[in-house]
């Protein structure tokens, strides 16, 4: 349940939010349920150059009782289309009910908490735009999949790392060229376990996606190709799973006020990867949908 006001002043921006979520897992002989109430504000300014966000919110779990978050950010043009971005915020992650009573789960997890800081750089000039972001997120009792014996499974158990960083840089990009939209992203990360100073189980160290998409006979017709390093399956890094690569296709087009018909071919090389050890990915796979938007 979510109940969300804002009020505008000229630049200013107020908001607040009460919820409340409720969850419960019946899966017999698993009977369990918890309950979260959370207040959130915020405060928005923006005048000529400058931009400002504050944020506060405190979330009273039923189980892991209560915590207090916050956020800044601001942001400044200082020449045009260019501009620098930097944030800094507090985050809490319970762990869900699937993590701690199913067969996988562990009934001692604990919250996760951590402390994010990142800064930006960004530009914008008529069809093009490009941006470098830094980040520094480190996370303490970091909820991942771990190895067999905290458990009912042998085939791997829910766990708490304790002390996480996951330190990077983010390229992006894009820019219009002979009526091709042309995008791309490079993920540089080092996720890694800040006691064993091991790359982090399932997560790579880099990312690359590159796409591009244009106007054909009033369709839309894209493609996009994603390309990502070796990562490892266990916390110990002795389980290598090796890089892929995926190219994806997609089309859409309007086909009456507020339809549009929609069209996504995934894995286009059908090709076999795993994202976890044991676990298959879906190999050439095709989506045909519609979207209505309603329009005021």
Do not use: M
């Amino acid at each position: 349940y979510l109940f969300q006001n804002e009020w505008r002043q000229g630049g200013h921006l107020f908001t607040a939010a009460l919820e409340r979520r409720e969850d419960k897992l019946l899966n017999a002989p698993i009977d369990q349920g918890r309950h979260q109430n959370a207040l959130a504000l915020g405060y928005g300014y923006t005048h000529g150059a400058h931009t400002l966000q504050l944020n506060v919110r405190h979330d009273r779990d039923s189980e892991f009782g209560g915590q207090t978050t916050g956020g800044a950010a601001y942001g400044y043009g200082f020449a045009p289309g260019w501009r620098v971005t930097g944030a800094v915020g507090t985050a809490f992650r319970v762990p869900t009910l699937y993590q701690r009573f199913s067969q996988y789960g562990n009934p001692e997890l604990t919250a996760e908490k951590s402390r994010n800081l990142e800064l930006g750089l960004h530009w914008a000039e008529k069809s093009s735009h490009f941006a470098v972001v830094a980040y520094q997120n480190r996370v303490k009792n970091l909820i991942t999949f771990g190895a067999a014996g905290l458990c009912n499974s042998t085939f791997g158990c829910y766990e708490n790392t304790g002390r996480a960083v996951l330190r990077g840089v983010t390229i992006s990009g894009g820019h219009w060229l002979a009526g091709v939209n042309l995008g791309g992203s490079l993920d540089l990360q080092d996720p890694k376990d800040d006691i064993t100073d091991k790359q982090l189980a399932r997560r790579a160290k880099r990312i690359l996606k590159l796409n591009a998409d244009t106007r054909v006979a009033g369709w839309t017709l894209g493609a996009e190709w994603q390309a990502v390093s070796h990562r490892f399956d266990d916390a110990a890094n002795t389980k290598q799973l090796p890089g892929y690569g995926v190219v994806n296709l997609y089309a859409s087009t309007t086909i009456a006020r507020e339809w549009q018909l929609l069209a996504r071919l995934d894995n286009l090389a059908n090709r076999d990867y795993q994202l976890a050890r044991g676990y298959a990915t879906p190999g050439r796979t095709f989506y045909l949908g519609l979207r209505w938007t309603p329009q005021r």
